[in-house]
């Protein structure tokens, strides 16, 4: 099983940008593993100040000799983490494609997103994934607004080198499968 970046111009193109994986075309493109910047963009402050959404696409594809049963996924929770996630999966064209949208702030029209943040929440996609089959995943990250910081909250996290990215942006996908 593995996760592929959406949005070549063709069929298994080339598509290497994380931002750039908005639907359309199945890339040749492996999403990696355990990579800082591999998904989500990262946040900023404005980002931060108002309630945000992030929507992306992958395509999960069944790369083994044999079917798949029971395929679930979920996003772990990690403490401190203001996102959210949502999940809606849809069918891939036989093309190698899914719907496409325009920018990271647009949702498909189709799919219904389900929340996926935390075991809990885990969500079984496909009950067989035969070999060479392949699933489209918009997942959508929602922020919550942050609390208003003062001079000298912002002064001690500097002192205290706080990153945004430490705080708010740690994503971890769970794919399971037997």
């Excluded at 999960?60 to 999966?89: F, M």
Aim: hydrophobic share 35%.
């Amino acid at each position: 099983m593995r996760l592929f970046y959406t949005g070549a111009s063709i069929k298994n193109g080339t598509q290497e940008n994380p931002l750039q994986s908005l639907g359309g075309f199945l890339s040749s493109t492996v999403v990696p593993n355990n990579r800082k910047g591999s998904t989500f963009p990262d946040l900023d402050l404005l980002d931060l100040d108002k309630d945000i959404e992030h929507v992306m696409c992958f395509i999960l594809k069944n790369e083994t000799t044999q079917s798949i049963q029971d395929v679930k996924i979920y996003s772990e929770l990690i403490q401190g983490q203001r996102a959210k996630y949502e999940l809606a999966a849809v069918t891939v064209n036989g093309n190698g494609s899914v719907e496409r949208v325009n920018d990271l702030k647009s949702s498909p029209y189709v799919g219904t997103f389900f929340d996926i943040s935390g075991i809990a929440e885990e969500v079984t996609l496909v009950s067989t994934l035969v070999e060479g089959g392949m699933i489209g995943l918009w997942i959508r990250r929602k922020i919550d607004k942050i609390d208003k910081k003062t001079c000298k909250d912002l002064y001690e996290d500097y002192k205290n080198k706080v990153s945004l990215d430490e705080e708010f942006e740690k994503f971890k996908l769970v794919i399971n499968f037997t």
